[in-house]
């Protein structure tokens, strides 16, 4: 009797595809920790498809083994606005949690004082709807909010 385990549970192992684009307009790609792999597309994503399938083969492996993060060659101003971007976008979101575990503290504060979740909502700016939201766990979406 054979262990089947070790065929059904293959790691996902990670690799760095260094995405260049040419002066044809097409993109090459090579596996940085294997510069051997190496293959192009028109697109970001037709490259990194095909990196993928190029990878397996050469690992002998199943691509959905294979976990490519792209870091594409950039000059250095332009690199360094794609990372300022990447960083706004990451605080927008971490203001955005922010923002709806406050805006849920203030409307459980203002409901326990006996306000109403329509008059909580004027104070807060929101609707009423979402203070019920905000104020019931796991409300399923056919239910009617507030």
């Known amino acids: ?6 065929t059904t549970e293959e ?3 990670t690799y760095t595809a260094r995405l260049e684009k040419e002066a044809d307009g097409r993109w090459s790609v090579e596996l940085e920790e294997e510069p051997r792999v190496h293959t192009w597309g028109k ?7 095909r990196m993928r399938e190029a990878a397996a083969l050469w690992f002998q492996t199943d691509e959905a083994s294979i976990d490519l993060v792209p870091r594409p060659v ?8 794609v990372e300022q971007a990447r960083k706004a976008r ?3 979101r ?3 949690r922010l923002a709806i575990e406050q805006t849920r503290k203030a409307a459980a504060a203002l409901t326990s004082r006996g306000i109403s979740m329509r008059d909580a909502a004027a104070i807060l700016g929101i609707s009423h709807q979402r203070v019920h939201q905000l104020l019931t766990p796991d409300t399923a979406p056919s239910r009617e909010a507030g």
Do not use: F, H, S, Y
């Not at 950039?74 to 606005?81: F, V």
């Open 1 to 6: 009797m054979t262990d089947d385990t070790d």
């Open 90 to 92: 990451e605080q927008a």
């Open 43 to 49: 697109t970001i994503d037709q490259a990194l498809n």
């Open 94 to 96: 971490n203001a955005d």
């Open 11 to 13: 790691t996902v192992k």
């Open 74 to 81: 950039l000059p250095k101003a332009t690199g360094r606005t």
